[in-house]
């Protein structure tokens, strides 16, 4: 009789849960391994709506990352991701972890340098994956600037500023 080691991975995510590039690297992982995953989505924000936005999107990457074969269980934590993480994390549950986040300036937990900072709370080897944001960008009309005059930006050059009868 053999025993099989099946590996655990605790997988922090959020506006990039559900994207191309976090799959192909958890599907790697499963390829080389027997790997059980543990999708940890941070609420967007803190209070009920975002427990259930948090939710949301929990549910959507379930469901594709499940698509895609893999072995994946989910959680929706606090809305602090490396908070999120100190409530699950478990050394005797989880071999590694990894980060996916949204590249360079467009990322807030590369600027708070969360992947090393788990590295140190977990003392267990964390990869960074760097991956895309599926959403639409809202697109909202530009404002409508009033209509005045050519030399209206000269008015703040006056003593009262724009003139009240609208010239």
Same mark, same amino acid.
């Given at each position: 009789?053999?025993?099989?080691?099946?590996?655990?991975?605790?997988?922090?995510?959020?506006?990039?849960?559900?994207?191309?590039?976090?799959? #192909?690297?958890?599907?790697?992982?499963?390829?080389?391994?027997?790997?059980?995953?543990?999708?940890?989505?941070?609420?967007? #924000?803190?209070?009920?709506?975002?427990?259930?936005?948090?939710?949301?999107?929990?549910?959507?990457?379930?469901?594709?990352?499940?698509?895609?074969?893999?072995?994946?269980?989910?959680?929706?934590?606090?809305h602090?991701?490396?908070?999120?993480?100190?409530?699950? =994390?478990?050394?005797?549950?989880?071999?590694?972890?990894?980060?996916?986040?949204?590249?360079?300036?467009?990322?807030? =937990?590369?600027?708070?340098?969360?992947?090393?900072?788990?590295?140190?709370?977990?003392?267990?080897?964390?990869?960074h994956?760097?991956?895309?944001?599926?959403?639409?960008?809202?697109?909202? #009309?530009?404002?409508?600037?009033?209509?005045?005059?050519?030399?209206?930006?000269?008015?703040?050059?006056? =003593?009262?500023?724009?003139?009240?009868d609208?010239?």
């Amino acid at each position: 009789m053999s025993v099989t080691f099946t590996y655990s991975i605790l997988v922090v995510a959020s506006r990039t849960a559900d994207s191309d590039e976090l799959r #192909a690297a958890l599907g790697a992982h499963a390829e080389r391994r027997p790997t059980r995953f543990t999708l940890l989505v941070p609420a967007p #924000a803190a209070g009920p709506e975002g427990r259930t936005a948090g939710q949301e999107a929990l549910e959507r990457a379930l469901a594709a990352l499940r698509e895609a074969g893999l072995e994946v269980e989910g959680r929706v934590g606090h809305h602090d991701p490396f908070d999120a993480v100190c409530d699950v =994390w478990d050394p005797q549950r989880f071999d590694e972890v990894i980060v996916s986040t949204l590249p360079g300036a467009a990322s807030r =937990w590369l600027r708070v340098d969360l992947p090393h900072r788990i590295a140190r709370l977990t003392d267990v080897p964390v990869t960074h994956v760097l991956a895309s944001d599926r959403r639409e960008p809202a697109l909202t #009309a530009p404002p409508e600037h009033e209509k005045r005059g050519i030399l209206s930006p000269l008015s703040v050059l006056t =003593w009262g500023g724009t003139p009240r009868d609208g010239t």
